[in-house]
């Protein structure tokens, strides 16, 4: 447990909440009034250390770029280098270091940002801090504070460090970056007696980083540093690790499935050669360069090419990606946990609804804009025509402390968000507030009390009255009221006039909107503007609503992730009702079934054991007044059923669980620069339905990256096949290693690259998120590369077979007959991209020239495959020779039949599946 430790005294951090101001300050060991001397903070601060956040260990442009080869494809890659330079083969060594240092190079500078997350909670602290020392107030650096120190809070400021509050007038501090709470919090001094309250109802304690929007105060540090909330949450973001993304963990369970059999074909190969007779050096050779020929060299780069492709379009979306893998893992996605607070809603306060005596009047608009009209039972409401609108109006904005300002089209606002939305309903009705000001004048004002729970100002009339505005706590003004206005005037505040405006007030709350009352009473001349009484015999106006509104896209994007089987998980800071009523108006509260799922307090998670976390997450939609640990557990608990988890949020209170998650989506506009530097993804326009769009990204991708992988390996299948079945039954070796090479790194990766920008299929959020848990080549995948693979790798034998008939099996006939087996079956693998399209659909589908890029990547294998038999530089490499008009036909007629072949099966496929879907809906008809 963190203690402030002072002369032999332990003070659990938890527990200062809980203590009184005068108990807080003798634990401190200080004066209340006089802060601490200068010798004693000397001493405390040599003992605590300095008030800072410890500097980040961000990853070394080293390490990102050793991080480019701990894939076991790429070691494998630089195995095989090794062994050509080993062999004499210095020309395919460098040929396979080449691709490896290609591969290297995308992946350095696509991922080269250091990971700066602390050193951004350092942007959150502040510099200088105004402190109380020997009786005498002085700017110091806030680095310089110790616990004891007496501190100044004012408007505008950032809290330099915790501390307990001990003076306080309309202190109010916005700590939605750390609670999650979306309203500013106003400040008490009295002690709370829950040793477990929340962060956002710890109301006597200002925590390091938060803003002071109104108000001024004193407070006393009781953690510094590291031993700060936002010291802890640092702790947290270091201590959370960073998971491997689904793909990586597929490629590399693949990688070591590669080795062995690179290691086992090499092995068979040798053994079955030496039986033969042959030589067994020459035959090593054989089996290395077919092992090398094994191992799809293009793979890594394809695979590292795409993830970069795709960021880029992900990015012209709106989308920013700091981490490659993270392209893929958005299309893996089975869980969404979001922030509420700025993330589903806009965090902005807007007042939503006035119930006037039996009326409701709606407003519209959102946020902070001036632009929105007044409505009752849909029709419009002229608020200069209605007295009691404007009335209520008018004590919105004067008894206020807020200020709204409207420039080069921002809002800003500064002060309370609750205050300010006021003002901006009364802007709404043509009332200025500088107007209203000048009109009425303020003489005097009591400030928002926790223990009144209200705020009251003492005006002048245009006619000389005075009058006292009231807006507070609905319990508090129905219970200072006397009267109220109504349809009649003003009339008697029966006891049936306060049960119907009780419900009425908790009819709102339970719309998730925070409601307030407004009174006012006209003093009499022999009352000042400073009379005890002016806040009594008030006389009730009404009732107002505001709600923090929701993103317009953001129901239909949560619609469209349950229709593609995600699941949204709500966490905030805020209030159990207000979560729940925020989840119900999105569709968060059932599962993808329709059932209820439960919304959870966090005082339900305290002392949870894995079985219980693993219950509780599995029935949630909600999780409300949660801690930063609190929302890293939660994500760790998700990801041990098994999830691949998302989380989004935007304040320092959301970055460790950003962290932890398989894709940390952070807001661009909103977010906090903690947040943006944690995350994997950062949303520049805020707008949720971008999540939406990247997923499906992500799936597309993903069905890309299946698309290449089915054509690489079908294509190293039949390069193995044909040299493997060539020395089985004693033919020749019909290529030569560098020919082999040539294959995988010309006709294999830009095809492949190609498949890999094929646009999405109709229906992609539709589907299931494919399970993480699935091999990136189950059994189906399999089958189909053995018998594609083994279809090109028959109709190359062919050719080679031909060719052996016309040119013979020795010397330049024998180079002549290699050279039309290597045109045919580097062409059949052009052509086989068309084919890999689309497991079951066939290669002349609509779509087919929607993407100009295969067409592109085609002319350019073509006229890369004419060069190497027609350019003397390449013949001279490649061994190839000439051919003439019979050895294309030759060539022609092998390399297209495979397509022949694959689209009658897929044609076969699919009218199989078609029937067997009739008459499966026949027999379900048949036993209706």
């Known amino acids: 447990m963190n203690k402030t430790e002072i002369s032999g005294t332990d003070i659990p951090a938890e527990a200062w909440h809980t203590l009184a101001v005068d108990t807080a300050a003798k634990h401190l060991r200080t004066d209340g009034a006089r802060g601490l001397t200068i010798d004693e903070a000397a001493r405390r601060l040599k003992h605590f250390g300095a008030n800072r956040l410890e500097q980040a260990r961000g990853r070394t ?43 290297a190079t995308i992946g350095f500078f696509t991922e080269w940002k250091a990971e700066r997350t602390l050193t951004a909670l350092q942007k959150q602290t502040v510099r200088i801090a105004r402190v109380v020392r020997d009786g005498v107030e002085r700017e110091l650096p806030a680095e310089e504070l110790v616990p004891g120190d007496l501190v100044v809070l004012e408007a505008g400021a950032r809290v330099p460090a915790d501390g307990r509050i001990i003076e306080r007038a309309r202190l109010q501090i916005e700590e939605a970056a750390l609670t999650g709470e979306s309203q500013a919090v106003t400040k008490t001094t009295d002690p709370i007696a829950d040793a477990a309250a929340p962060l956002a109802d710890r109301l006597n304690l200002a925590f390091m980083g938060t803003t002071i929007v109104n108000g001024r105060g004193h407070f006393l540090v009781t953690g510094t540093g590291v031993g700060t909330e936002m010291g802890k949450i640092g702790v947290l973001i270091d201590e959370a690790k960073n998971n491997d993304s689904p793909l990586e963990k597929k490629l590399a369970r693949l990688g070591r499935l590669l080795i062995v059999i690179v290691l086992v074909l090499c092995a068979v190969i040798v053994f079955a050669g030496w039986l033969r007779g042959h030589d067994f050096l020459s035959i090593l050779e054989v089996g290395i360069s077919l092992a090398i020929a094994a191992v799809p060299e293009g793979l890594p780069a394809v695979a590292t090419m795409t993830l970069a492709l795709g960021m880029q379009r992900m990015a012209r979306m709106g989308a920013l990606i700091r981490r490659l893998p993270a392209v893929e893992t958005l299309g893996s996605t089975t869980v969404i946990c979001t922030d509420k607070t700025g993330t589903l809603t806009r965090n902005e306060m807007t007042v939503s609804v006035f119930v006037l005596d039996r009326r409701r009047i709606d407003v519209t608009g959102a946020g902070y804009s001036s632009v929105g009209e007044f409505q009752e039972n849909h029709r419009p409401v002229d608020p200069h025509a209605d007295a009691h609108l404007t009335l209520a109006l008018r004590v919105g904005v004067l008894c206020n402390d807020a200020k709204v300002a409207h420039a080069d089209g921002k809002d800003t606002v500064l002060g309370d968000p609750t205050e300010a939305a006021l003002i901006v309903a009364a802007e709404k009705a043509g009332m200025k507030e500088d107007a209203l000001e000048a009109e009425f004048p303020r003489l005097s004002e009591q400030p928002f009390d926790s223990a009144t729970k209200r705020m009251a100002t003492v005006h002048r009339t245009p006619e000389g009255r005075l009058i006292t505005f009231v807006k507070g706590a609905p319990s508090t003004l129905l219970e200072a009221s006397s009267s109220q206005v109504g349809a009649n005037g003003v009339t008697p505040l029966t006891a049936d006039d306060r049960a119907r405006w009780d419900a009425m007030n908790q009819d709102l709350a339970g719309a998730a909107l925070r409601v307030l009352a407004l009174a006012y009473r ?48 709500m966490i905030t800071g805020d209030q159990q009702i207000t979560a729940a009523e925020i989840a119900r108006q999105l569709g968060i509260d059932r599962d993808l079934n329709g059932q209820p799922l439960r919304i959870v307090h966090a005082r339900e998670l305290n002392n949870l054991d894995a079985a219980g976390w693993k219950k509780t997450v599995h029935g949630a939609a909600v999780f409300a007044r949660v801690s930063p640990k609190h929302k890293l557990q939660i994500v760790q608990a998700l990801q041990a059923q098994g999830q691949i988890v998302a989380m989004t949020g935007d304040g320092v209170n959301d ?128 089958v189909m590369i053995g018998w594609q693979g083994g279809l090109l790798a028959a109709v190359t034998l062919l050719a080679f077979f031909l060719g052996m008939r016309m040119y013979g099996t020795e010397g330049e006939g024998l180079k002549h007959a290699i050279t039309v087996t290597f045109m045919t079956l580097a062409l059949a693998q052009v052509v086989h991209v068309f084919s890999s399209r689309s497991e079951s659909g066939s290669a002349f589908d609509a779509r087919l020239f929607k993407n100009g890029w295969l067409w592109g990547a085609v002319a350019l294998c073509v006229l890369l495959q004419l060069a190497a038999v027609y350019v003397p530089f390449l013949r001279a490499i490649l061994h190839t ?47 209706a």
């Open 655 to 782: 970055a460790p669980a950003l962290k932890k998650a398989d894709i940390g989506v952070a807001m661009g506009i909103k977010g906090t620069e903690v947040a943006k530097e944690t995350a994997d993804m950062v949303i520049v326009d805020d707008n949720f339905a971008t999540i939406v769009g990247a997923v499906e990204q992500g799936r597309m991708i993903y069905a890309n990256i299946l698309r290449f992988i089915r054509y690489l390996f079908s294509c190293n299948l039949a390069e193995i096949l044909t040299v493997f079945i060539a020395l089985m039954i004693g033919w020749p070796l019909p290529l030569g290693a560098l020919q082999i090479l040539w294959l995988n790194m010309i006709t294999d990766i830009f095809p492949a690259l190609a498949l890999a920008l094929e646009p999405s299929v109709p229906g992609m959020m539709r589907r299931p998120p494919h399970d993480p848990k699935a091999p990136l080549l189950p059994a189906r995948l399999l």
């Open 881 to 927: 020779v000439p051919l003439d008009v019979k050895d294309w036909g030759v060539v022609a007629g092998c390399a297209l039949l495979p397509l022949a072949v694959v689209e009658v099966v897929k044609l076969i496929q699919r009218r199989f599946i078609s029937r067997s879907n009739g008459s499966a809906t026949h027999l379900s008809k048949r036993a």
């Open 522 to 569: 006209d003093l009499s001349e022999s009352q000042s503007e400073h009379d005890a009484d002016a806040t009594k015999q008030l006389t009730f106006v009404g009732l107002v609503g505001m709600t923090d509104p929701l993103r317009e896209e953001a129901k239909a994007a949560i619609a469209t992730c349950r229709a593609a089987g995600i699941r949204s998980v």
């Open 61 to 103: 442009a080293f390490a990102i770029l050793f991080n480019q080869f701990k894939s076991l494809l790429v070691l494998l890659l630089v195995a095989a280098a090794g062994i050509a330079f080993a062999m004499g083969d210095n020309l395919e060594a460098v040929v396979i270091l080449v691709v490896v240092v290609l591969n």
